[in-house]
């Protein structure tokens, strides 16, 4: 089970509106590479993972993300905070707008809805831990990209934040192959898959 | 009057953003280091530094707690009529920070 602490993991506080960058920025709470995305396939995948201390990386990283899916939400709510008509139809926003109003969706950037497609889960140690390993190489390379187009500090400091986490949590992902690798037979890590072969 | 109540006015003031900036320096040491020892359980060096910063935050919740309101439901001010865990604003508001 879960508790919330009324808290984000980082500051957001953005004091001036920007439609422009919130469609950009949405990607990361419901696109490919987004935070949804990794909280979910981690989730997903620690059922069946054989060896507690790599379930216990799922969870923990799993949970870390759902703080920074709320971290993004917090960022597109704040950037499209009170929008006039006017603001809306200028920046281009009226296309999510009209759907969504002013609340938040998780959609990609191209409006694209979230969907499951997007990780996978597929009970097999190696395949799915290189997965992560590559998903939060993908999520860095957003923040990367998103970087290079927002300009207002106060949207960069907890970009630069998440894209941190991004790089820690690669670490520890690698470290959790390095045991699960381990535990297989060193000649032949496929000889058998211990998420089902027993 | 003394109702025998505190006053339940919650604060934005730059001294409730310190303290709050504190307890999230301490809980950003602590998930570290949580996950640190999810592929090392047996440092006890990390081990001991866990225990350590996880009394320290629960010391710098409860006294956040007391004197701007709750963060988590586990460490409430009862001393007060007020539910403010939903009275309050919520963090995604940028008044947290």
């Known amino acids: ?13 953005i004091t001036q509106t920007n439609p422009e960058i919130a469609q950009v920025i949405i990607s990361q709470y419901g696109g490919p590479d987004g935070e949804l995305g990794a909280s979910m396939r981690y ?15 799922l969870t923990d990283i ?33 296309k999510y707008y009209v759907d969504h109003t002013l609340a938040l969706w998780p959609q990609a950037a191209g409006g694209i809805p979230f969907n499951a497609c ?25 923040y990367d990209n998103i970087l290079r187009l927002v300009k207002d500090p106060e949207v960069c400091e907890p970009i630069r934040f998440l894209r941190a986490r991004e790089i820690v949590h690669f ?3 690698g470290e959790a192959l390095r045991i ?6 060193s000649r032949n890590f496929y000889a058998f898959n211990p998420e089902f072969d027993k | ?33 949580n996950l640190y020892l999810d592929t090392h359980p047996y440092d006890q060096q990390a081990m001991e530094a866990f225990k350590h910063y996880n009394m320290a935050k629960t010391k710098m919740v409860q006294e956040y707690t007391e004197k701007y309101g709750p ?27």
Not at chain 1, 118 to 142: C, N, Y
């Open chain 1, 43 to 57: 989730l997903s995948q620690r059922y069946t993972m054989p060896y507690n201390t790599v379930a216990g990386v």
């Open chain 1, 118 to 142: 997007e990780f996978q889960s597929k009970g097999d140690v190696i395949t799915d831990l290189m997965e992560d390993m590559a998903a939060e190489q993908k999520a860095r390379t957003t």
């Open chain 1, 180 to 185: 699960a690798q381990e535990n297989l037979d």
């Open chain 1, 171 to 173: 670490q520890r992902f």
């Open chain 1, 62 to 94: 799993g949970t870390e993300e759902l703080a920074h899916f709320e971290m993004i939400g917090a960022i597109v709510y704040q950037l499209t905070r009170n929008l006039s008509p006017e603001e809306i139809a200028k920046s281009g926003f009226d």
């Open chain 1, 1 to 13: 089970m879960w508790n919330y602490e009324k808290r984000l993991q980082f500051p957001v506080k």
């Open chain 2, 1 to 33: 009057m003394n109702t025998g109540y505190k006053t339940c006015n919650a604060d934005s003031g730059k001294e409730r953003r310190q303290l709050l900036y504190e307890i999230n320096k301490i809980d950003f040491v602590l998930k570290e280091l």
């Open chain 2, 71 to 97: 963060l988590v439901l586990s460490i409430l001010d009862m001393d007060c009529r007020e539910w403010k865990w939903a009275t309050q604003d919520w963090p995604w508001e940028g008044g947290y920070n």
